[in-house]
Every structure is written in structure tokens, then in C-alpha cells.
């Protein structure tokens, strides 16, 4: 059984100077034993926490013995995002206290704490993946494979909308996490994927439609595991994702990258949307760096990150060498 270990960064200050102060983080380690193999960081997605592997993990299917990201070959390292919430009540600071790249600079700063002088590969989705693109930018010669998944290196303008109608919910609504989680799950999916799924049949028992029954779990869902200053706290972090910030533009921004890129898109993805990582990935190419761009090919949305994992296994194998 794995259990929380916890490190404190001292003195960090955040990039807008509101805050100076000790900042303790909880993480996970999976595998192999600290510095006895390469090390693999995985970054979670909003709703997410650093239990990666093992029976309740979330990224099971690909991270364990023998699986994609191999732990009887490298260590996994995961951090849980302070303010996530995760077997913790504890509320140090306001909910838009640190930036997503706040947060990549302490995980950064923690990672050297522990002695890790590099990571063979960063990985992350959604705003996991966002975090990975800031930790790469700040920490040039931390990572050798960056990988987003489902993710980009900014907060699109959809996004933003999309996470303004969250708060807005959040602040308004009697029952405010189980609403505006019904309304989120309608970006993570398709409507593809609802027909298939449902195709307009009725719960008889509830007098509605399997759909609408659907949406309703995963609001009771998340109120239980899920306290509303997190999530307040992860869709701010979400909003906050910008590597180009203090630079010239994005051009700039990409210049001081260092590590190979390899980004997984999703071909129906109505909320990281497959035209941004293209569009970033002809940028890299264009300033001659090392990128490859992979897509998976789903009905089902965003969310298929948690679904195609033997696309996502098959596209990133030749990374952890591990053969299907």
C-alpha cells in the first residue's frame, strides 16, 4: 500500500507577491525506489489527486507492473495540488492564492528538494498537462519527454468562458458543486458519445431520462469526495495556465524549451480542442525544436484520456519502450 508523504518548501513566493510562506505538499511514490531508476513524474487533472496506480488509481490501466509506464523500470512520482483536497480538510489560502505556475514552480522546487536532478518524462492531463508545459518552461533542464495529454500550454478563450460560467454557478447555485459538475460533464464528453451511451432511453424508475440521471450522479459523486474551496481552488489553477506570460509571446516563450515534446490530442475533444496542440506543435516545428504531435481517435471527448488506453498505450510506447 502506498501512503502520503509530505514535503515543505520553504519561503515560497507566489508570482503575484501576495504570498510568502512554507508550503507543505503531499505526493506518492510508485516502483522503483528513489534514485534507482528514471524518474516519471504524472501530474493530475482537476478532479484528480496523486494516486496514480495501484487499486483506487486513476491512471491504473496504464501506470503499474508491466503496463505502459512500467514500475518495475522507473520510479512514479505524483504530487497532489495544494488545495486539492485530497485526505485533507485543511485550508491554508484562498482559493486563487497561486497560479498554475505557482504550482509547477513548487513542484519543481520540490522535486530538487528530493534530489531528482532530472525526470526522464512529465506527464499530465488537462490541467496536469498544463502544469508540465509551465514546469518545462521554468525548469529548462528538468525534463527530457514533456507530455500533454488532452491539455495545451494556455487556457483557451473557451476555456475561460467555460470556467467563468463555473463560478458562476458555484457562487449562485443552491447545490453549487453537484450543479456546476453536470454542466462540466457536458464538455468532457461529446455528443457522440451521449448517443451512444444513451440514445434518449429513460430511467422509468427515476421518470427521467438516462442521461439526465447520469448527469445528476456525477454531482452527488463529486459533493462526496470533493469540498467547494477545491473546487473553486483547481478551476482557478485551469483558468491560470499561460506559459507565455512575462515573455514577448508564445514564440518567446517556446524558445527557452528544452525538452522533447510529445502531445496527445483528441480528435473530438470539445474542450482542450485537437486544432490548438496542432497549432503548437507546427510552432515547435517551426523553431526547430524536437515535437511530435499524436492524436486518438474517440467519441468520446475530453474524458477519452480515461477511456483509450490501448491508443493511448500504443502512442506512447516507443517513449517507455513497452511493446503492446
Given at each position: 500500500?502506498?501512503?502520503?508523504?509530505?514535503?515543505?518548501?520553504?519561503?515560497?513566493?507566489?508570482?503575484?507577491?501576495?504570498?510568502?510562506?512554507?508550503?507543505?505538499?503531499?505526493?506518492?511514490?510508485?516502483?522503483?525506489?528513489?534514485?534507482?531508476?528514471?524518474?516519471?513524474?504524472?501530474?493530475?487533472?482537476?478532479?484528480?489527486?496523486?494516486?496514480?496506480?495501484?487499486?483506487?488509481?486513476?491512471?491504473?490501466?496504464?501506470?503499474?507492473?508491466?503496463?505502459?509506464?512500467?514500475?518495475?523500470?522507473?520510479?512514479?512520482?505524483?504530487?497532489?495540488?495544494?488545495?486539492?483536497?485530497?485526505?485533507?480538510?485543511?485550508?491554508?489560502?484562498?482559493?486563487?492564492?497561486?497560479?498554475?505556475?505557482?504550482?509547477?514552480?513548487?513542484?519543481?522546487?520540490?522535486?530538487?528538494?528530493?534530489?531528482?536532478?532530472?525526470?526522464?518524462?512529465?506527464?499530465?492531463?488537462?490541467?496536469?498537462?498544463?502544469?508540465?508545459?509551465?514546469?518545462?518552461?521554468?525548469?529548462?533542464?528538468?525534463?527530457?519527454?514533456?507530455?500533454?495529454?488532452?491539455?495545451?500550454?494556455?487556457?483557451?478563450?473557451?476555456?475561460?468562458?467555460?470556467?467563468?460560467?463555473?463560478?458562476?454557478?458555484?457562487?449562485?447555485?443552491?447545490?453549487?458543486?453537484?450543479?456546476?459538475?453536470?454542466?462540466?460533464?457536458?464538455?468532457?464528453?461529446?455528443?457522440?458519445?451521449?448517443?451512444?451511451?444513451?440514445?434518449?432511453?429513460?430511467?422509468?424508475?427515476?421518470?427521467?431520462?438516462?442521461?439526465?440521471?447520469?448527469?445528476?450522479?456525477?454531482?452527488e459523486k463529486l459533493e462526496g469526495r470533493f469540498t467547494l474551496h477545491a473546487y473553486k481552488v483547481m478551476t482557478h489553477l485551469l483558468s491560470s495556465v499561460d506559459i507565455s506570460k512575462k515573455f514577448e509571446g508564445i514564440e518567446e516563450a517556446l524558445s527557452t524549451l528544452k525538452s522533447?515534446?510529445?502531445?496527445?490530442?483528441?480528435?473530438?475533444?470539445?474542450?482542450?480542442?485537437?486544432?490548438?496542440?496542432?497549432?503548437?506543435?507546427?510552432?515547435?516545428?517551426?523553431?526547430?525544436?524536437?515535437?511530435?504531435?499524436?492524436?486518438?481517435?474517440?467519441?468520446?471527448?475530453?474524458?477519452?484520456?480515461?477511456?483509450?488506453?490501448?491508443?493511448?498505450?500504443?502512442?506512447?510506447s516507443d517513449v517507455f519502450k513497452y511493446k503492446i
Amino acid at each position: 500500500m502506498n501512503s502520503l508523504k509530505y514535503i515543505t518548501v520553504p519561503n515560497f513566493a507566489s508570482e503575484d507577491g501576495k504570498i510568502t510562506a512554507d508550503v507543505t505538499l503531499s505526493y506518492q511514490l510508485f516502483g522503483k525506489e528513489l534514485h534507482s531508476a528514471p524518474v516519471v513524474l504524472i501530474n493530475h487533472a482537476l478532479t484528480g489527486n496523486s494516486d496514480v496506480a495501484g487499486e483506487n488509481g486513476w491512471w491504473k490501466s496504464i501506470v503499474g507492473d508491466s503496463k505502459l509506464i512500467d514500475t518495475k523500470k522507473y520510479t512514479v512520482l505524483a504530487f497532489d495540488i495544494p488545495g486539492n483536497g485530497y485526505k485533507t480538510t485543511e485550508i491554508l489560502f484562498d482559493y486563487d492564492a497561486f497560479s498554475a505556475r505557482d504550482i509547477a514552480n513548487l513542484f519543481g522546487l520540490a522535486v530538487q528538494q528530493l534530489q531528482i536532478s532530472s525526470l526522464y518524462a512529465a506527464i499530465g492531463s488537462s490541467l496536469g498537462g498544463g502544469i508540465a508545459w509551465e514546469m518545462a518552461i521554468l525548469f529548462p533542464d528538468l525534463i527530457e519527454n514533456l507530455i500533454p495529454v488532452a491539455s495545451d500550454w494556455k487556457a483557451s478563450d473557451w476555456i475561460l468562458g467555460h470556467n467563468k460560467v463555473q463560478f458562476q454557478i458555484l457562487e449562485n447555485s443552491k447545490k453549487p458543486l453537484h450543479d456546476a459538475r453536470m454542466m462540466a460533464m457536458l464538455f468532457y464528453r461529446s455528443p457522440a458519445s451521449f448517443q451512444s451511451r444513451f440514445n434518449r432511453t429513460v430511467n422509468t424508475n427515476l421518470g427521467m431520462y438516462n442521461i439526465e440521471s447520469w448527469l445528476q450522479h456525477h454531482g452527488e459523486k463529486l459533493e462526496g469526495r470533493f469540498t467547494l474551496h477545491a473546487y473553486k481552488v483547481m478551476t482557478h489553477l485551469l483558468s491560470s495556465v499561460d506559459i507565455s506570460k512575462k515573455f514577448e509571446g508564445i514564440e518567446e516563450a517556446l524558445s527557452t524549451l528544452k525538452s522533447k515534446v510529445i502531445m496527445i490530442g483528441i480528435d473530438s475533444d470539445l474542450f482542450f480542442v485537437a486544432s490548438d496542440n496542432k497549432e503548437t506543435a507546427k510552432l515547435l516545428d517551426r523553431q526547430h525544436k524536437e515535437v511530435d504531435y499524436k492524436e486518438i481517435k474517440s467519441i468520446h471527448g475530453h474524458d477519452a484520456f480515461l477511456i483509450e488506453f490501448e491508443q493511448l498505450v500504443e502512442a506512447l510506447s516507443d517513449v517507455f519502450k513497452y511493446k503492446i
